[in-house]
């Protein structure tokens, strides 16, 4: 909704302004441009970047909107389940985790926790590092298997927002294609009315407004938002191993989760009492 917000800001400002020197809104309404700029932008992108890119640049814009999953509720989940996980291994053995993470459906463990349960890749993260820590990783060992894990997530998520970005950058260049067809077309009629002339000229220069402003004003604005939820992610899953890390090495459920939540944003940083939530409803 941030985002959201951002964006009409934006609009609603430069469209303030322009009303208040004078001019007409009217004016800059060229769906041709618009086709023009949008059009070839969308384009280069399909161009430019694999289709697993391009899928995932429709769920990270579509994360953005949402507002992504790596909030604080999300995190007190997150404690909730590894805790949960935690107490049975500690109990029953490392082991008896693998039954219990192949169960789907109503009867998984994950499905009294909505925020993780949704999530299927934080979801399967924490399965993966339960599983193997129960097929006997070593810490060091599950460290690097966790490291690898968030690397290859990172570098995907990179890859999207960075077509994302190239696609902002070249916006303005469109805008002066846009800007020159309006300007050829202009030319075309150069012996008609002022009036007409000057129309076309204005459509022509709204070419160059319009890719300025989706450069500057969404697109660039939707990248840095997209980079900024996969940061958010990482450290989500950062703080996940370090909590699995720890008890496979011997911490206790508590210890490693204390050891995780130091690490975790202020903002988002589950509280002393927020943990002692998490381990009454666990036990």
């Known amino acids: 909704m941030v985002t959201i917000l951002g964006i009409l800001v934006v609009f609603g400002a430069v469209l303030a302004g322009f009303s208040m020197a004078g001019g007409h809104v009217h004016a800059l309404i060229h769906p041709s441009e618009l086709v023009t700029i949008g059009g070839a932008a969308l384009g280069a992108m399909i161009a430019g970047a694999p289709k697993s890119v391009l899928i995932d640049v429709v769920k990270g814009l579509i994360a953005v909107f949402k507002g ?30 693998e039954s219990i993470l192949s169960e789907e459906g109503s009867g998984s463990p994950f499905a009294k926790y909505p925020k993780v349960a949704k999530d299927h890749h934080l979801k399967d993260f924490i399965s993966d590092a339960l599983v193997a820590a129960s097929e006997g990783a ?58 007409e002339i000057g129309h076309k000229v204005g459509a022509a220069l ?69 943990m002692e939530e998490i381990f009454k409803s666990a036990a």
Do not use: W
Not at 85 to 96: N, P, S, T, V
Not at 140 to 169: F, K, M, N, W, Y
């Open 138 to 195: 070593d810490g060091p060992q599950l460290q690097a298997l966790l490291e690898t894990d968030i690397r290859v997530a990172h570098e995907e998520h990179h890859a999207a927002v960075g077509a994302l970005t190239r696609t902002a950058d070249a916006l303005p260049g469109f805008g002066i294609v846009a800007a020159v067809l309006g300007i050829v077309i202009t030319m075309g009629a150069i012996d008609g009315p002022v009036e």
């Open 68 to 97: 992504g999953n790596c909030g604080k509720k999300t995190y007190n989940e997150v404690f909730q389940v590894l805790y949960y996980f935690f107490c049975i291994a500690r109990r029953d053995g490392l082991l008896a985790l």
């Open 206 to 274: 709204v070419g160059t407004f319009l890719g300025i402003l989706l450069s500057y004003g969404v697109i660039g604005p939707l990248a840095a938002s997209m980079e900024a939820l996969g940061d958010a992610e990482t450290a989500l899953r950062k703080t996940i191993a370090t909590a699995v890390v720890d008890f496979v090495e011997g911490g206790t459920p508590k210890a490693a989760l204390e050891k995780a939540r130091r690490g975790v944003a202020t903002d988002r940083r589950p509280s002393m009492k927020d």
